[in-house]
C-alpha cells in the first residue's frame, strides 16, 4: 500500500520535514559511530518534534534520533497520535528506523508514514507497518490482561 502522504488530515510538507532533519542533524552527538541522524516527528495536530542520536562509550545506552525526538514529545506532554517521521542520517543510502525505533514509532504512530533520507537521492517513503509487520502494541498487549 502507497503512503498517505497526508493521513487523517494532517498538513506537514515532507521536503520540509526533511530538510529540517538534516538540518538538526548537525546537533547529533556522535563521537564514536560518526554517524550522525536527525528525525522530526509530526503528530495528527501538526505539532512537530525534533531529535538527534545521542552516542555514549557504553554504545547499549545510546539514544536513537526518533526515541529522541518522541521523548521530547512525551516530556512536553504531547499523547496525540504521530502521523509522519523524517529520518536523516550520513551517507548517500536512506536512514531507516533501526528496530528499536520502528517498535516506539508504532507505539505512538501506528499509522504513521516514515520518510527516509541520507544525502543523495530521493526519499524512501513507508508506513510504519510495512517497515514493523505485525507488530506489537498496546492492543496486543491488553489481551492478556482479564
Excluded at 515532507?14 to 538538526?24: G, I, P
Excluded at 554517524?35 to 503528530?43: E, K
Amino acid at each position: 500500500m502507497k503512503p498517505d502522504p497526508h493521513p487523517k488530515g494532517a498538513t506537514y510538507d515532507e521536503a520540509d520535514l526533511l530538510r529540517r532533519a538534516r538540518t538538526v542533524r548537525a546537533r547529533a552527538y556522535a563521537p564514536y559511530s560518526h554517524f550522525r541522524v536527525g528525525a522530526v516527528i509530526v503528530t495528527d495536530d501538526g505539532q512537530v518534534f525534533e531529535g538527534v542520536n545521542v552516542e555514549n562509550a557504553s554504545y547499549r545506552m545510546t539514544t536513537c534520533a526518533e526515541q529522541s525526538a518522541i521523548a521530547g514529545m512525551i516530556s512536553a506532554g504531547v499523547r496525540r497520535p504521530i502521523v509522519a517521521v523524517a529520518v536523516v542520517g550520513d551517507g548517500d543510502d536512506p536512514c531507516t528506523p533501526c528496530g528499536a525505533c520502528r517498535q516506539t514509532i508504532y507505539e505512538f504512530g501506528p499509522q504513521a508514514t516514515v520518510y527516509s533520507s541520507g544525502d543523495a537521492g530521493r526519499p524512501l517513503v513507508t508506513l510504519i507497518t510495512d517497515l514493523l509487520p505485525h507488530g506489537f502494541g498496546p492492543k496486543r498487549l491488553s489481551q492478556g490482561q482479564s
